[in-house]
């Protein structure tokens, strides 16, 4: 009977070092199996289609960004045209109708500069650069939220983890206790009911293992799907040192919330689209300005129907007209030029052709169905828009921090007590087992002493593990690692 007793007395310790150094099955692996939080982040931040989502559609506000300052280059276009006229049709080359088959080229180049335009054109690059910083800022937003999650999973699975063991040990205490009083049952020696009674115990902490099994696999299975990888069973995490877990956190609520407010993607996001929707405002307010633009171009064309006379020889011919000379009818004679119609080669037609223009438009915008008005009534509306988002974002991340804060101090205060409560229960535990392996306790009292102590230190890891990730919150909010 002592070597029994001393034996569960070695399970109670092993059970007690175990909480107090808040370790798990996972220290005895090799360690180049453990995940740490950053791998395990790195691996998510890697696969997270979400994520990848937001970094498209920062890229495509990227794009927006550079062809708003691409705006501010001059426009240049060509054209080359080419046609075939069928009967009666205006020859291009001398502005005359004829009836034949004509065919016809055009070229061109022209361009145009934007002087001024009320500013527009540099409002909207502000616009866009502001919106593209807004991206950026939402993607490591899509990031933060992405790391809380992760994070609660992570710690989901060590804490989980830490009960099984803590579970399997008190499994063991309770078939160790079952596998004395079976002896003494044998031999008449100890009353049924307890035999019995510790046998019930048995049953039940081994279905608390088998449920809590399943929760680690589900913890597990969470993790993996955060990470969006296959489901892993023998995925090993890096256990947290229990000195992580005994000293109060330092700061207060309103400095945590300061500080997030600098920090934190969402709030920087917020700001940034408020600014642009400001920049918004102004751009289509700079639609009300003239617009000065300088403009040129050049320009020549060829027709098939250009013809030119090619000078062969002057002749003497009469003209039908007489004079009378002397009584006698004479003829009047002229000298008159022979020319051949040759056609104009397409070559030359380029080069003769060839013309420039050169101006200064000024569009004045003097009713346009009041387009410009509505549009800058909707760009009021959309900064206003941004402007509550903005306000509820700060809003909302103060009653968060201040939520996270107090959550932290409740969880940190039941922490101490229950460490309190531990040591008070395994002391009335230890007691509690010497006398019952005497013979001097009942079954019932053991196993009240038992369960007190079962309950106090699986709610201590629960506590442990919660105050962990409130502190971890905390250290999020305020920019700072938190692994």
Same mark, same amino acid.
């Given at each position: 009977?002592?070597?029994?007793?001393?034996?569960?007395?070695?399970?109670?310790?092993?059970?007690?070092?175990?909480?107090?150094?808040?370790?798990?099955?996972?220290?005895?692996?090799?360690?180049?199996?453990?995940?740490?939080?950053?791998?395990?982040?790195?691996?998510?931040?890697?696969?997270?289609?979400?994520?990848?989502?937001?970094?498209?559609?920062?890229?495509?506000?990227?794009?927006?960004?550079?062809?708003?300052?691409?705006?501010?280059?001059?426009?240049?276009?060509?054209?080359?045209?080419?046609?075939?006229?069928?009967?009666?049709?205006?020859?291009?080359?001398?502005?005359?109708?004829?009836?034949?088959?004509?065919?016809?080229?055009?070229?061109?180049?022209?361009?145009?500069?934007?002087?001024?335009?009320?500013?527009?054109?540099?409002?909207?690059?502000?616009?866009?650069?502001?919106?593209?910083?807004?991206?950026?800022?939402?993607?490591?937003?899509?990031?933060?939220?992405?790391?809380?999650?992760?994070?609660?999973?992570?710690?989901?699975?060590?804490?989980?983890?830490?009960?099984?063991?803590?579970?399997?040990?008190?499994?063991?205490?309770?078939?160790?206790?079952?596998?004395?009083?079976?002896?003494?049952?044998?031999?008449?020696?100890?009353?049924?009911?307890?035999?019995?009674?510790?046998?019930?115990?048995?049953?039940?902490?081994?279905?608390?293992?088998?449920?809590?099994?399943?929760?680690?696999?589900?913890?597990?299975?969470?993790?993996?799907?955060?990470?969006?990888?296959?489901?892993?069973?023998?995925?090993?995490?890096?256990?947290?040192?229990?000195?992580?877990?005994?000293?109060?956190?330092?700061?207060?609520?309103?400095?945590?919330?300061?500080?997030?407010?600098?920090?934190?993607?969402?709030?920087?996001?917020?700001?940034?689209?408020?600014?642009?929707?400001?920049?918004?405002?102004?751009?289509?307010?700079?639609?009300?300005?003239?617009?000065?633009?300088?403009?040129?171009?050049?320009?020549?064309?060829?027709?098939?129907?250009?013809?030119?006379?090619?000078?062969?020889?002057?002749?003497?011919?009469?003209?039908?007209?007489?004079?009378?000379?002397?009584?006698?009818?004479?003829?009047?004679?002229?000298?008159?030029? *022979?020319?051949?119609?040759?056609?104009?080669?397409?070559?030359?037609?380029?080069?003769?052709?060839?013309?420039?223009?050169?101006?200064?438009?000024?569009?004045?915008?003097?009713?346009?169905?009041?387009?410009?008005?509505?549009?800058?009534?909707?760009?009021?509306?959309?900064?206003?828009?941004?402007?509550?988002? *903005?306000?509820?974002?700060?809003?909302?991340?103060?009653?968060?921090?201040?939520?996270?804060?107090?959550?932290?101090?409740?969880?940190?205060?039941?922490?101490?007590?229950?460490?309190?409560?531990?040591?008070?229960?395994?002391?009335?535990?230890?007691?509690?087992?010497?006398?019952?392996?005497?013979?001097?306790?009942?079954?019932?009292?053991?196993?009240?002493?038992?369960?007190?102590?079962?309950?106090?230190?699986?709610?201590?890891?629960?506590?442990?593990?919660?105050?962990?990730?409130?502190?971890?919150?905390?250290?999020?909010?305020?920019?700072?690692?938190?692994?």
């Amino acid at each position: 009977m002592k070597k029994n007793r001393t034996s569960l007395l070695c399970v109670c310790a092993i059970s007690l070092v175990l909480l107090l150094a808040g370790t798990s099955l996972l220290a005895q692996t090799d360690s180049s199996r453990q995940l740490s939080l950053k791998e395990c982040l790195d691996i998510a931040f890697a696969n997270n289609l979400e994520l990848k989502q937001a970094e498209l559609l920062a890229a495509t506000t990227g794009i927006d960004y550079r062809q708003a300052k691409q705006n501010m280059l001059p426009q240049v276009n060509g054209l080359i045209e080419h046609g075939s006229n069928q009967g009666r049709n205006i020859d291009p080359f001398t502005n005359s109708y004829l009836n034949q088959k004509i065919d016809y080229a055009n070229y061109a180049v022209n361009g145009g500069v934007v002087l001024f335009n009320g500013l527009a054109t540099q409002n909207n690059i502000q616009q866009q650069r502001l919106a593209l910083a807004a991206g950026k800022e939402e993607i490591q937003q899509a990031k933060d939220n992405l790391t809380l999650n992760l994070m609660n999973a992570y710690l989901l699975v060590l804490s989980t983890n830490d009960l099984l063991q803590q579970i399997r040990l008190q499994a063991e205490l309770s078939r160790r206790q079952v596998e004395r009083l079976e002896i003494l049952h044998k031999e008449g020696a100890v009353q049924p009911s307890q035999y019995f009674d510790l046998k019930g115990q048995l049953a039940n902490d081994e279905i608390n293992l088998v449920n809590t099994q399943n929760q680690l696999d589900a913890a597990r299975l969470t993790l993996c799907q955060w990470m969006n990888i296959p489901y892993d069973t023998s995925l090993e995490l890096e256990p947290i040192r229990p000195e992580d877990f005994l000293q109060s956190y330092q700061g207060d609520a309103n400095t945590i919330y300061q500080a997030a407010i600098n920090e934190l993607a969402v709030v920087k996001a917020a700001r940034l689209r408020t600014e642009s929707a400001e920049k918004g405002v102004k751009t289509w307010k700079s639609q009300l300005w003239p617009t000065l633009s300088l403009n040129g171009a050049l320009y020549t064309n060829y027709s098939s129907a250009a013809r030119t006379a090619q000078f062969l020889r002057t002749v003497e011919t009469t003209t039908g007209d007489y004079v009378q000379i002397n009584g006698t009818q004479s003829p009047v004679l002229t000298m008159r030029d *022979e020319f051949d119609m040759q056609k104009i080669t397409y070559s030359d037609q380029f080069k003769n052709n060839y013309g420039t223009n050169i101006n200064l438009a000024l569009r004045i915008p003097l009713l346009n169905s009041l387009q410009t008005r509505n549009r800058i009534d909707r760009a009021k509306i959309q900064l206003k828009t941004a402007e509550l988002v *903005e306000k509820n974002t700060r809003i909302r991340l103060q009653q968060q921090v201040e939520q996270a804060y107090l959550n932290m101090n409740a969880t940190y205060n039941r922490y101490k007590t229950l460490l309190l409560q531990v040591d008070a229960f395994q002391e009335s535990f230890r007691t509690a087992e010497a006398r019952f392996s005497e013979g001097v306790l009942n079954s019932v009292e053991y196993l009240t002493a038992k369960n007190n102590l079962d309950r106090a230190t699986i709610n201590l890891i629960i506590a442990k593990y919660e105050y962990v990730f409130r502190t971890r919150v905390l250290d999020f909010y305020q920019g700072k690692t938190i692994w």
